[in-house]
């Protein structure tokens, strides 16, 4: 146990008996725990194994290479549609992480021998992801802005992406690009 991942498992009032199961769960597997993004962190060698966050709805074990568990349970969820290598398997109460004791451990091991092996998830490349009509149009007709958005970061890139091709409406996806411009041009992304 890492003294500085305590004060995750006091915090969580609702899921306070959940997630210290899971810390136990993942602690017998001989993972390391570390604090990540706020949350517990189980690593092996440095390389990130698994994670427990928890929501409203649930709490939640989150595998990085998620994807390629075998799932023979069919119990690993994508957390959302632009989620391209984790996967969560979710509970709503302490009795089913009880239940699924062994299940658990045993997604565990085969996250520990992928990352052994080496294994890496093929994710989609930003070229891949299609760029909004009228996103396009600036880029064609904005030089600098072209500059800008290719300077950077991919993940950056993506997320604005994904930002602006998500309204149906053309005007919605317009007004959202107008606001952003000034934030490209700066070289910052979405969420900065």
Not at 26 to 37: I, M, P, S, V, Y
Not at 38 to 65: Q, R, S
Request: glycine letters at 6%.
């Amino acid at each position: 146990m890492n003294a500085k991942v305590d004060f995750y498992f006091n915090k969580a009032k609702k899921w306070q008996e959940a997630v210290n199961l899971l810390r136990t769960i993942a602690l017998d597997c001989g993972l390391t725990e570390e604090l990540k993004w706020g949350c517990p962190c189980y690593t092996l060698n440095g390389n990130n194994i698994v994670l427990i966050h928890d929501f409203k709805e649930y709490c939640a074990f989150l595998f990085f290479k998620g994807v390629l568990l075998k799932d023979s349970e069919g119990i690993l969820v994508q957390q959302t549609q632009n989620v391209q290598s984790a996967r969560q398997i979710r509970f709503t109460n302490a009795l089913q992480i009880v239940e699924m004791k062994t299940i658990l451990k045993a997604y565990i091991f085969e996250a520990i021998e992928i990352e052994m092996a080496g294994l890496k998830v093929e994710l989609k490349k930003t070229t891949e992801y299609n760029i909004p009509a009228e996103f396009q149009s600036k880029l064609d007709h904005i030089p600098d802005l072209k500059t800008a958005f290719e300077a950077l970061t991919p993940g950056r890139q993506r997320g604005y992406l994904l930002y602006f091709s998500a309204p149906k409406q053309s005007k919605t996806r317009e007004a959202r690009i107008e606001k952003f411009m000034p934030q490209i041009l700066n070289g910052k992304g979405l969420e900065d």
